[in-house]
């Protein structure tokens, strides 16, 4: 009965590859997000979407691009990986509307070598 | 710029006694506030909210209080248990796009 997953849970890869991850969730929400978390922790968000549509686009270099086939999913692609995309991606969804808690997946901690 | 922070990277208290956890923001416009709770290895965990229209929120064995005044926000967790062992982020919602900004997390550390 996960809400909101996420594969893979790990993800090693050398410079220079593109890989993606893929998000679900089960809850009914109409937006998806994709946020990351560096060394320290932190925790910034990249993308959100709502009905397809995108909503929120951070300072993300455009190697990374969310793909939404549909509103339970958001997959994150990621082109010409660099060291400095390592990270844990969390996935995120909520109901549509402000004020109401993102529930959060897992993550994917990516590790570029 | 506008951020949420946290005064203390890291709480140690021991175990049964109550923890407070201190969140600064500096967006007046702000109207929303969450705390989560991050175990290692998953996701951030919702643990309660709070409008601002209020200014006390009780859970179970927590509380949030949120000071508008000084704009500050706390997270009180009674009877500290083990498993309360975490990193504890506060988030706020503010403007008009969705998504929440985060705090730069406190890990709280139980002593037996």
């Known amino acids: 009965d996960t809400a909101v997953s996420q594969t893979p849970k790990y993800l090693v890869t050398q410079m220079g590859n593109d890989k993606s991850i893929k998000c679900e969730q089960n809850?009914?929400?109409?937006?998806m997000y994709w946020y990351k978390q560096d060394s320290k922790k932190f925790l910034k968000i990249m993308f959100s979407?709502?009905?397809?549509?995108?909503?929120i686009n951070e300072t993300v270099p455009n190697r990374f691009s969310p793909k939404s086939p549909d509103k339970a999913h958001l997959n994150l692609h990621i082109n010409s990986l660099e060291l400095g995309d390592s990270a844990v991606y969390f996935c995120?969804?909520?109901?549509?509307?402000?004020?109401?808690?993102?529930?959060f997946g897992n993550g994917t901690r990516l590790t570029v070598t | 710029g506008e951020s949420v922070g946290l005064h203390l990277p890291t709480l140690s208290v021991q175990e049964g006694d109550n923890s407070i956890i201190n969140c600064a923001y500096s967006?007046?416009?702000?109207?929303?506030f969450i705390w989560y709770k991050q175990e290692s290895g998953k996701g951030p965990q919702f643990i309660i909210d709070?409008?601002?229209?209020?200014d006390k929120r009780q859970g179970q064995r927590v509380t949030v209080l949120l000071n508008k005044t000084v704009k500050h926000l706390s997270l009180q967790i009674a009877a500290t248990q083990p498993g309360d062992s975490a990193v504890y982020f506060c988030?706020?919602?503010?403007?008009?796009?969705?998504?929440?900004?985060f705090g730069k997390g406190t890990h709280l550390i139980i002593q037996p």
């Open positions: 995120a969804s909520s109901q549509a509307n402000r004020g109401s808690p993102l529930h």
């Open positions: 809850l009914g929400h109409d937006t």
């Open positions: 979407y709502n009905n397809k549509e995108l909503i």
């Open positions: 967006n007046s416009a702000s109207d929303y």
């Open positions: 709070i409008r601002s229209n209020m």
């Open positions: 988030a706020e919602n503010s403007g008009g796009a969705d998504g929440l900004t």
